[in-house]
């Protein structure tokens, strides 16, 4: 039976509908070169009866709760904050006009992942701390 037709009947056996969803889920690959591996992210989004529409940001995640490398988890907040800037009507570039190949977008970009990295711990600084360094990539 379709909804509209159940809507129908449920109301006229004295039912109140006193909310109405629909419910979507979109996933987005991450690959990570270093794993040879692709990790689905997912994203959830409601829309009202009214037609208004939420996503909800703060329910991403990978699927099946596996391992994550850390860099597919940056990538993965990356384009989660690009979606919600163009959902936010941010005057950022679109996913169409995004260069996704490359890591960094413009030199503004280039100059903060630079900054990003000045920070990040060598492999041999990371084993005299007993931690495991990445891959090699």
Do not use: W
Request: glycine share 6%; hydrophobic share 35%; with cysteine.
């Amino acid at each position: 039976m379709d909804k509209h037709a159940l809507h129908h009947q449920l109301t006229d056996l004295g039912l109140e509908r006193i909310e109405y969803l629909e419910k979507s889920v979109y996933k987005f690959d991450i690959y990570h070169d270093a794993t040879s591996a692709s990790y689905p992210l997912t994203l959830t989004t409601l829309t009202s009866e009214h037609g208004s529409t939420t996503v909800h940001f703060h329910e991403a995640d990978f699927a099946d709760n596996q391992f994550v490398p850390l860099q597919v988890r940056r990538a993965a907040l990356d384009k989660l904050i690009e979606l919600e800037q163009i959902c936010n009507g941010s005057s950022g570039k679109s996913l169409e006009e995004a260069n996704n190949g490359s890591m960094a977008q413009d030199m503004g970009e280039m100059k903060k992942l630079g900054n990003e990295m000045k920070h990040m711990k060598t492999n041999s600084e990371l084993l005299e701390r007993d931690m495991i360094p990445d891959p090699i990539q």
